[in-house]
């Protein structure tokens, strides 16, 4: 996450009480995160807006394995489960891309399309691996707003990683139903620019 800014929100009763044993975790665009005394996170909106979205994701993935659970929200702040592992493009510039990690990228993006979203796409940062390659999302935004039918940031990340070649690999020998799409769409944005 990002540095810390100075904002001012002011919090119910709940959410302070909660804060005081708190540590800090981070800090991004949309607000800072504190982790909580019984292990879960609270994240602190800078606009409530942007709150709603992002709880009504979550409310609406709370079935899925790759998303947190919530536990409770007010206007500016949601309680939700910790995410733990390694930020994926952390881990890749380490580690490289292994087939499992890669397997489970790609049925992150196909459960997606099956939760209804518009989005299909999400950024290297906003996702954590585990030690078992499992793949938990941290910050969904815009996935029912925005449109975008393959994965364009995430296949942009892994490129300027350079493993962008071997998730397509892994995309065409193990779904190649979506290889074809994803690899068109990527190859033509990376050349030209253009969705």
């Known amino acids: ?25 981070g800090s991004g665009h949309n607000g800072i995160v504190y982790l909580l005394e019984d292990g879960r996170v609270i994240k602190i909106f800078k606009n409530k807006y942007v709150c709603k979205n992002e709880y009504d994701i979550l409310k609406k993935t709370s079935k ?8 409770l929200h007010g206007d500016y702040y949601i309680v939700r ?51 078992d390659f499992s793949i938990k999302v941290i910050d969904p935004k ?6 975008c039918d393959y994965p364009r ?4 990340g892994l490129s300027k990683l350079g493993v ?11 779904y190649s139903q979506d290889y074809g799409k994803w690899n068109f769409k990527m190859q033509r944005y990376l050349r030209k620019g253009i969705k």
Not at 153 to 156: A, E, R, T, V, Y
Not at 164 to 174: G, N, P, Q, S, T
Request: proline share 1%.
């Open 64 to 71: 899925s394995k790759y998303f947190p659970q919530v536990y």
């Open 142 to 147: 815009n996935n029912y707003s925005r449109n």
């Open 81 to 131: 489960s910790y995410v733990s592992g390694e930020r994926l493009d952390y881990y890749i510039k380490k580690n490289g891309l292994n087939k499992e990690a890669a397997i489970n990228i790609i049925q992150l993006i196909r459960e997606f399309k099956e939760l209804g979203f518009t989005k299909l796409d999400i950024r290297c940062k906003d996702l954590y691996i585990n030690n």
């Open 164 to 174: 962008l070649d071997d998730f397509l690999k892994i995309v065409k020998e193990e």
């Open 153 to 156: 940031h995430l296949m942009k």
């Open 1 to 25: 996450m990002g540095k810390r800014e100075g904002y001012y929100i002011e919090l119910d009763e709940i959410a302070e009480n909660m804060l005081r044993g708190a540590n800090f975790i």
